[in-house]
């Protein structure tokens, strides 16, 4: 964890970035974008400090975070995918996990975050026509993914981004879920209790976010 600041209780997340972008190596550099990203979801969240403290130093202290190679843990993108309302949102029951979720998966090496998280949306849906309603963060959320099979226990360093589909909302369900649904945002309790989920429906609902795009 980064240390504190007596006087303002802030973590050192100011100089993690700052080491990010100082840095000449291809690494580091790549995840100076990520890093500042972070930063400013920290200011908007600042109840969210200490999870984003956290996530700040393992980008920083891990220059190769983006590949799942990392066996401690990885960056990996997801998506908040809501229709053209804004009223509904394209869940996965995952097939791994048995849980309804945002859609999203491992970064495989790619630094531009929300890339992957549109990337995912496409291979385990069949969407293509979506939108990031910003190129913020929407939410970020570090979680334990189980030991299976050969994969020993990790951490999935969770990037979310709100996305709105613009296209047909006719989707197909990959090998990697049970079943995709559109739920309504004020159902979404009804599917899971997760804390991060819910947590994202209250975003949802309290932020103004604009469908334009």
């Known amino acids: 964890m980064p240390d504190l600041d007596q006087r303002t209780g802030k973590g050192n997340w100011a100089e993690a970035e700052e080491k990010a972008r100082s840095g ?6 790549n995840r100076a974008p990520l890093m500042s990203m972070l930063s400013r979801y920290r ?14 130093t393992f980008v ?25 309302t804004g009223e509904k949102v394209l869940l996965t029951h995952h097939r791994k996990l048995d849980r309804w979720l945002q859609m999203g998966g491992h970064a495989d090496g790619e630094s531009d975050v929300l890339s992957v998280a549109l990337r995912e949306v496409e291979e ?44 047909d909302e006719a ?16 159902n979404v309790s009804d599917y899971t209790n997760e804390e991060s989920m819910l947590r994202m429906v209250r975003k949802w609902e309290a932020a103004p976010f604009s469908l334009q795009t």
């Open 24 to 29: 000449v190596d291809m690494g580091t550099m």
């Open 60 to 84: 920083s202290d891990n220059d190769n975070c983006f590949q799942r190679s990392l066996q401690e843990g990885h960056v990996t993108g997801s998506a908040w995918v809501v229709d053209s």
């Open 171 to 186: 989707y197909t369900v990959s090998e990697e879920s049970h079943d995709l649904k559109w739920i309504n945002i004020s």
């Open 124 to 167: 385990e849906s069949g969407l293509a026509k979506v939108a990031p309603i910003s190129t913020e963060i929407f939410d970020v959320d570090i979680h334990l993914i189980p030991e299976r099979g050969h994969e020993a226990e990790h951490l999935h360093y969770d990037i979310r981004f709100a996305l709105v589909n613009i296209g």
């Open 43 to 56: 200011e908007k969240y600042p109840k969210e400090a200490a999870t984003v403290d956290r996530f700040i």
